[in-house]
């Protein structure tokens, strides 16, 4: 089967499981009747649903991941059913403008996709899901496969993990489609050059184009989008060349805010750190923090996205085209509730990180835009993965000074309900 009509077909998989919730416990106790006449029939032996999910980011990299694993799982093992889900509301698909893009190219339309709100409240308990790009999950209780490449968190959530779950988490990896890839070409089939051109894609853009600067790639990445190339018919004479063209490309769509509000840009990419008493919104933009500020209405924009948070942290990241994946960061802390102090805690926290010292430096232009604090980030291979952990822990420390009853902090990586401008 074809990559694409796997895609269309994968709603209508979808709907035989899970269009209605009747028909679910109608299932699951004709099961169980079977089970109790001692059929003989193990839950291994059925035909069962999986959903490959990616992180709630839905990055190219976590969207593709998902689509093509479904893919090649699908194809080769045909005794069960899988289904990608990219993890946002389908409302928020438009602020994705990278994937949109390369799923464009690829002539994948939105409405082949299934998204977030398209799942049931409560997953059924024979449903089993496949995670991708992220290893901390509510639906942890059915996850049989984990495939990522971030470094393992310390987080409650993997204590529900089933025990015959099976992990692949490689942190050294610069791309979770590096992980899908080796998969996909260990095995002769399947074959798709759309599965292709999207793992090759995303691989470049994962890994700043194998910026040696940036250093987010390992040889594993590179032999990877080497053997796709060769599968691409690349010659040996074009593929630099075609590889820089292809990074500018989707950088350029990534930064692409032409279509969307000011608002819409903060919650573009963004992670959101929460305690008792305290939320704090983390947003990455595809532009430096400064030059957000500089645009008409920004102020407007931040306190609609934050209008119920504590205090806001904004990383921005600028890659100039042709610049060979020269890659410019910057660092933002505005309270929303005049906290100073809480403020000040995260500032110093994160310009006396050692694991890694970001390098923290002030603007060359100072700036008082809401009373907040804006420093260049000269360290430009720390990433937001390093920064959270930091920010998090200040929230801990905080709340314990505030004499507060919580003793945990709760880190969810989801959008919070904010109207949009």
């Given at each position: 089967?074809?990559?694409?009509?796997?895609?269309?077909?994968?709603?209508?998989?979808?709907?035989?499981?899970?269009?209605?919730?009747?028909?679910?416990?109608?299932?699951?106790?004709?099961?169980?009747?079977?089970?109790?006449?001692?059929?003989?029939?193990?839950?291994?032996?059925?035909?069962?649903?999986?959903?490959?999910?990616?992180?709630?980011?839905?990055?190219?990299?976590?969207?593709?991941?998902?689509?093509?694993?479904?893919?090649?799982?699908?194809?080769?093992?045909?005794?069960?059913?899988?289904?990608?889900?990219?993890?946002?509301?389908?409302?928020?698909?438009?602020?994705?403008?990278?994937?949109?893009?390369?799923?464009?190219?690829?002539?994948?339309?939105?409405?082949?996709?299934?998204?977030?709100?398209?799942?049931?409240?409560?997953?059924?308990?024979?449903?089993?899901?496949?995670?991708?790009?992220?290893?901390?999950?509510?639906?942890?209780?059915?996850?049989?496969?984990?495939?990522?490449?971030?470094?393992?968190?310390?987080?409650?959530?993997?204590?529900?993990?089933?025990?015959?779950?099976?992990?692949?988490?490689?942190?050294?990896?610069?791309?979770?489609?590096?992980?899908?890839?080796?998969?996909?070409?260990?095995?002769?089939?399947?074959?798709?050059?759309?599965?292709?051109?999207?793992?090759?894609?995303?691989?470049?853009?994962?890994?700043?184009?194998?910026?040696?600067?940036?250093?987010?790639?390992?040889?594993?990445?590179?032999?990877?989008?080497?053997?796709l190339e060769q599968l691409q018919q690349v010659s040996v004479d074009e593929h630099l060349t075609r590889r820089r063209m292809l990074f500018d490309e989707l950088?350029?769509?990534?930064?692409?805010?032409?279509?969307?509000?000011?608002?819409?840009?903060?919650?573009?990419?963004?992670?959101?750190?929460?305690?008792?008493?305290?939320?704090?919104?983390?947003?990455?933009?595809?532009?430096?923090?400064?030059?957000?500020?500089?645009?008409?209405?920004?102020?407007?924009?931040?306190?609609?996205?934050?209008?119920?948070?504590?205090?806001?942290?904004?990383?921005?990241?600028?890659?100039?085209?042709?610049?060979?994946?020269?890659?410019?960061?910057?660092?933002?802390?505005?309270?929303?509730?005049?906290?100073?102090?809480?403020?000040?805690?995260?500032?110093?926290?994160?310009?006396?990180?050692?694991?890694?010292?970001?390098?923290?430096?002030?603007?060359?232009?100072?700036?008082?835009?809401?009373?907040?604090?804006?420093?260049?980030?000269?360290?430009?291979?720390?990433?937001?993965?390093?920064?959270?952990?930091?920010?998090?822990?200040?929230?801990?420390?905080?709340?314990?000074?505030?004499?507060?009853?919580?003793?945990?902090?709760?880190?969810?990586?989801?959008?919070?309900?904010?109207?949009?401008?």
């Amino acid at each position: 089967m074809c990559f694409l009509r796997f895609l269309q077909q994968a709603r209508s998989t979808f709907g035989r499981y899970l269009s209605e919730k009747a028909a679910i416990s109608s299932a699951i106790g004709c099961t169980e009747q079977n089970q109790s006449k001692g059929e003989g029939k193990g839950m291994h032996e059925e035909r069962k649903l999986h959903i490959v999910i990616g992180n709630e980011s839905c990055d190219l990299d976590s969207a593709v991941s998902a689509l093509t694993l479904a893919f090649i799982y699908a194809q080769r093992q045909q005794e069960h059913d899988y289904v990608p889900v990219l993890n946002i509301p389908r409302i928020d698909y438009p602020l994705k403008t990278e994937v949109g893009h390369m799923f464009n190219k690829c002539e994948i339309d939105a409405e082949m996709l299934l998204f977030r709100d398209d799942l049931p409240q409560h997953l059924p308990s024979d449903v089993n899901v496949i995670l991708v790009d992220h290893h901390v999950s509510n639906l942890a209780a059915n996850v049989i496969e984990i495939l990522d490449h971030r470094p393992l968190e310390n987080n409650p959530a993997m204590q529900l993990l089933p025990s015959h779950c099976v992990r692949h988490i490689e942190p050294e990896l610069g791309s979770c489609a590096t992980l899908i890839t080796e998969l996909y070409l260990a095995k002769e089939q399947p074959r798709s050059c759309r599965v292709e051109q999207l793992l090759n894609a995303t691989i470049v853009l994962d890994t700043i184009n194998f910026s040696t600067a940036a250093k987010r790639f390992c040889v594993r990445d590179l032999t990877m989008v080497q053997q796709l190339e060769q599968l691409q018919q690349v010659s040996v004479d074009e593929h630099l060349t075609r590889r820089r063209m292809l990074f500018d490309e989707l950088v350029a769509a990534r930064a692409d805010i032409s279509r969307l509000t000011l608002t819409e840009v903060l919650r573009k990419d963004m992670k959101l750190l929460q305690t008792e008493h305290l939320k704090v919104p983390m947003a990455g933009l595809p532009m430096l923090v400064r030059d957000y500020i500089e645009q008409t209405d920004a102020e407007h924009a931040i306190r609609q996205f934050a209008c119920d948070s504590s205090l806001l942290v904004i990383l921005g990241m600028f890659v100039p085209p042709q610049s060979s994946g020269q890659v410019q960061r910057d660092v933002a802390i505005i309270s929303l509730t005049g906290q100073s102090q809480l403020l000040e805690r995260v500032r110093r926290a994160l310009m006396d990180c050692q694991t890694p010292q970001l390098d923290l430096k002030s603007h060359e232009v100072d700036t008082n835009f809401m009373g907040g604090c804006f420093l260049r980030q000269h360290n430009v291979q720390a990433t937001r993965k390093h920064i959270l952990p930091v920010v998090k822990r200040v929230l801990l420390d905080w709340e314990a000074t505030q004499h507060c009853d919580c003793d945990d902090v709760y880190f969810f990586k989801e959008k919070p309900k904010l109207g949009l401008s």
